[in-house]
């Protein structure tokens, strides 16, 4: 049953282009799928590793001005995508190394601070960044000769690292180092008695979200061919962390659902409406009031209460 | 050499208002333990409040009173109605605070438009006063000045007085201060009012020198979580010393290094976490 819903979704996203209907559409769905990467990256931290970032629009962001300045330098598109992933590494690690000098609500602090440097960086120093008016890259890359440029080409490749992304975070969440991350957020002093080496295990967390933060970050460079300030600033983070806690913390598929609705309502409710961040803000807090636990686990807890409705109730396990 | 006094004028008058504004955020995140992220928005929108009241006709000194107590109203309401529902989930607290900041933020868009908004000075404190030989502008002058009088009555407030010890205590161990009978709910309430007021004041003090204008609330809130970071949350020392250690960093900075300034900014936080997490004068974590 799951295999075929699996391969029923994979035939439908690969198969989207024929019938989605129309280019607006098919760059709508790939702004979904590399947003869906920067989510899953960030639920790496926010879900398995319970710490929470504010602060992950300022990897993206490095991924995205690393990969704009480099390209304007005139270098071929993989070591575009090599040094802005590596550039990414080193800032995660830096911005690891400082933000896990606290947990819980110093760890959230110190990203919006960090986060807030690198904003700071892009707007004001201006003959690197090009401050307010972004850095603007011409051309898409074309690997093995195949070119990016068209809306659907384009897709399809976001697809493709979108597919990696998802099987790296299965492999991870099943893996044991993805046990020691649940570990860590669960019972750190537990795992510490058992010899785990908690801040390693955090750090090495924080490393992978990065990474994928980074990736989703260059896709953004490439779809956009531009990069502003905007990226950066804690709007962005917040809303990929909005992804998160919509879809469901700790998840694979409430990210994923979580980009899906943010940028479905980014588009739509920019057609209709300009107060976008007032949504966005009255979203945030209207989920966190009513549905805590995120969209995706709380339709499953539903789901589960209605079925089960009429049976004699089973203890509930604390958490 | 005048140049050199000039920013340390100004360093003296920012360091001033950012303690207003961080004074009561450290307040709230020792006491509640609640990174309260619509702190900048209670600074711009006091300021916003107090444009639209001196349009309306009061004078400087009744907008920024004013206006502090409406932002204090609306901070109650806020603590009252949301934070309270989500008392223990600290998370939740941090998302909504963000939530409702970028709905202020919008809503303050709308309302007062795009264009920013200067607060005249005040009468009487336009012009320069001489000290010592050298031309100050009055008006800075009196910004420092509220900000010691506001920084020797929260220190009356906080170490002379019984409530002072009820707040002392619950930032301490809010859980033993509920069990010796102190209503920690209740200072909750007050202390959040407190800072949401403070703030608002801030903002209305600091229009004539900063004017108002869309994201100004983005821009304080980070100098106020780098002053919490730096001085150590819940304390007011703390406060007040990072806030001129700010104040300073960002004038000299901007004049030293204009495209670094925002970063210079943070380089002391930095120094600080990997030195001593807890701040210079906050209490290590048990």
């Known amino acids: ?319 | 050499m005048n140049v050199w006094v000039v920013l340390a004028v100004n360093s003296v008058t920012l360091g001033g208002l950012l303690f207003l504004l961080s004074a009561g955020f450290s307040l709230v995140f020792g006491l509640m333990k609640i990174p309260n992220l619509t702190h900048g928005s209670f600074f711009m929108l006091g300021a916003y409040l107090a444009t639209s009241l001196i349009a309306a006709g009061f004078g400087f000194w009744t907008a920024a009173v004013v206006g502090g107590l409406l932002v204090a109203l609306f901070g109650g309401i806020v603590e009252r109605f949301i934070l309270r529902r989500l008392a223990g989930a600290e998370l939740a607290q941090v998302l909504v605070t963000l939530g409702l900041s970028f709905m202020v933020a919008d809503v303050c868009l709308m309302v007062w438009t795009g264009d920013p908004i200067r607060i005249a000075t005040p009468d009487g404190l336009r012009g320069a006063t001489s000290v010592g030989g050298v031309g100050f502008p009055t008006y800075r002058l009196a910004v420092s000045l509220i900000a010691v009088v506001v920084a020797a009555a929260l220190w009356a407030l906080l170490d002379r007085t019984r409530l002072g010890a009820m707040i002392r205590a619950g930032v301490d161990d809010a859980e033993m201060a509920r069990v010796t009978g102190i209503r920690v709910s209740r200072l909750f309430t007050i202390v959040f009012c407190l800072g949401a007021w403070l703030a608002g004041v801030a903002g209305v003090i600091g229009g004539p020198i900063l004017s108002v204008y869309p994201g100004l609330d983005g821009e304080m809130l980070p100098l106020a979580l780098v002053v919490v970071i730096l001085g150590g949350s819940g304390s007011l020392l703390g406060s007040l010393v990072g806030s001129f250690v700010v104040g300073f960093l960002y004038n000299f900075g901007q004049a030293m290094f204009p495209e670094l300034a925002y970063v210079v900014l943070f380089l002391p936080m930095l120094i600080v976490l990997v030195v001593r997490p807890q701040g210079l004068f906050g209490r290590p974590a048990v």
């Open chain 1, 1 to 319: 049953m799951k295999r075929i819903a699996l391969g029923a979704a994979l035939v439908g996203l690969v198969t989207l282009p024929t019938w989605v209907g129309g280019t607006y559409y098919v760059n709508i769905a790939s702004q979904i799928l590399f947003y869906a990467i920067f989510a899953l990256g960030v639920n790496v931290l926010a879900g398995y590793a319970g710490l929470v970032s504010l602060g992950h629009a300022g990897l993206f962001g490095i991924a995205a001005y690393a990969g704009a300045k480099i390209l304007g330098g005139g270098h071929g598109h993989l070591m575009v995508a090599l040094v802005a992933l590596a550039t990414t590494l080193i800032f995660s690690a830096v911005f690891a190394v400082l933000a896990l000098r606290g947990t819980g609500l110093g760890f959230v602090m110190i990203t919006v601070a960090l986060g807030q440097i690198v904003w700071g960086v892009a707007y004001r120093w201006i003959s690197i960044t090009n401050g307010d008016n972004g850095v603007t890259i011409t051309g898409r890359p074309a690997p093995f000769g195949l070119s990016l440029a068209s809306p659907r080409s384009f897709y399809w490749a976001t697809l493709l690292v979108f597919l990696l992304a998802v099987a790296s975070m299965a492999v991870f969440v099943a893996s044991p180092f993805g046990a020691s991350v649940r570990g860590t957020r669960d019972q750190p002093r537990r795992m510490n008695a058992l010899g785990y080496n908690v801040w390693m295990i955090r750090f090495l967390a924080f490393l992978l979200s990065g990474f994928w933060s980074g990736v989703a970050g260059l896709l953004f460079l490439y779809y956009n061919q531009f990069v502003s300030p905007q990226a950066v600033a804690l709007t962005a983070s917040a809303e990929a962390l909005l992804m998160v806690i919509s879809g469901g913390t700790a998840t694979l598929l409430g990210p994923i659902t979580g980009a899906f609705l943010v940028v479905i309502m980014k588009n739509v409710a920019s057609a209709y409406i300009e107060r976008w961040n007032f949504v966005l803000g009255a979203i945030f807090v209207l989920i966190v009031v009513f549905m805590p636990e995120g969209l995706v686990p709380g339709t499953v807890r539903l789901a589960r209460w209605t079925s089960t409705a009429w049976r004699p109730r089973a203890v509930q396990p604390t958490a």
